[in-house]
């Protein structure tokens, strides 16, 4: 679901930061207003998770793959503007370090997957859930639905974009600019690898992982009443988030095993080789920015089996490093500007 650049138009493109710009305001405003200081950690730990999920890359029919995301379960933690600073956080730091997703369709990719998925999503969770308890049988149920549905509603948006392209933009001969996919590709091929495979999975994810913080890590819930002393060290305090992500980072490797690349999110190489020619305006905005650990691999260590295993589980080190340090200095942003008077 990660939309490259050269897919979308500068007109689309610029249309998706200008959406996101006042909704990240809102969200970091709501954050600072609604999220304590010593919250802020929590935040960091959500995005580092969502960032290891989106690496475990699901082989789906037709040699493509799909991942989970993780936003719903973010929302359900922390809340939906808190998803989406930490959703659009771990999206910053995949398309500037990984080149996954591109850099002018950051604002798109944070649109769909940071505010629709998660807000939606959540809304469907608390419509099911109801006043259930929290991991309860009818929450847990919640969490999946809510998860499977946002995370179809995040992928069925993206289809949209994706197929409105030609339709949009074409040059004088005729041909797609952009996407050449239209909708009537771009939706049955997005929808049918995410409504079997990839929302199952996103809500299977979501249901587990809210069962393992509510019996392990109940703290981590922004909404439950604290249930120990303010004065406890970090790695106490999160424990077993931090077994939990040091698992999943052990763990990434697994994603190696699908080799498709997700639709949508072909090179250009790959894309010349399917339709025979690459869309004007996609050679004009593709492959522009040089990403330091392409496709999460490390370059200086060469090719082979090995290599790969060792620069993907390398690559999710150093991404939650890289996205939880963006988050506490963000934090530093929020405390400085706490010091200037009482929040409204």
């Known amino acids: ?43 960091a730990l959500c995005s580092a998770f969502t960032f290891l999920a989106m690496m475990f890359n699901v082989p789906v029919a037709g040699g493509s793959s799909v991942h989970a995301i993780g936003s719903v379960l973010v929302a359900i933690l922390l809340g939906p503007w808190a998803a989406v600073i930490s959703v659009s956080t771990a999206l910053l730091i995949q398309a500037l370090m990984f080149g996954d997703g591109g850099i002018l369709a950051f604002g798109m990719n944070c649109l769909n997957m940071a505010v629709v998925m998660p807000f939606a999503g959540y809304g469907i969770y608390k419509l099911i859930a109801g006043k259930s308890k929290l991991g309860s049988g009818r929450n847990l149920v919640a969490a999946f639905f809510g998860a499977y549905c946002g995370l179809n509603l995040a992928a069925f948006c993206a289809a ?7 339709l949009l933009f074409r040059d004088a001969a005729g041909q ?6 239209p909708l009537s590709v771009s939706i049955p091929s997005m929808m049918s690898a995410h409504l079997i495979v990839a929302g ?33 060290s970090f790695f106490k305090r999160y424990k ?18 699908a080799t498709g690349t997700a639709w949508g999110e072909y090179a250009t190489d790959e894309l010349k080789a399917m339709i025979g020619y690459i869309p004007k305006g996609m050679a004009q905005l593709a492959d522009k920015w040089n990403a330091l650990m392409p496709d999460y691999s490390l370059p200086i260590l060469g090719g082979g089996q090995t290599a790969s295993v060792g620069g993907y589980v390398l690559s999710a080190a150093v991404g939650i490093g890289v996205v939880g340090l963006l988050i506490f200095l963000m934090a530093k942003l929020f405390v400085k500007n706490s010091k200037g008077g009482p929040n409204p």
């Not at 077993?240 to 095993?257: K, N």
Request: contains cysteine; glycine residues 6%; charged residues 15%.
């Open 200 to 232: 199952p999975i996103e809500g299977i994810l979501t249901a587990a992982a809210l069962a393992y913080v509510v019996k392990f890590a109940p703290n981590l819930m922004q909404r439950l009443p604290a249930q120990e002393p303010e004065k406890i």
């Open 1 to 43: 679901m990660h939309i490259p650049d050269g897919y979308l138009s500068p007109q689309t493109t610029i249309s998706g930061l200008a959406a996101m710009v006042p909704l990240w305001g809102v969200s970091f405003h709501k954050v600072k207003r609604e999220l304590k200081q010593k919250d802020i950690p929590q935040i």
């Open 240 to 257: 077993p988030i931090l077994i939990a992500l040091l698992v999943l980072v052990a763990l990434t490797p697994v994603g190696l095993l």
């Open 160 to 166: 949209v974009e994706f197929g409105i392209q030609p």
């Open 176 to 181: 797609p600019l952009y996407c050449p996919y």
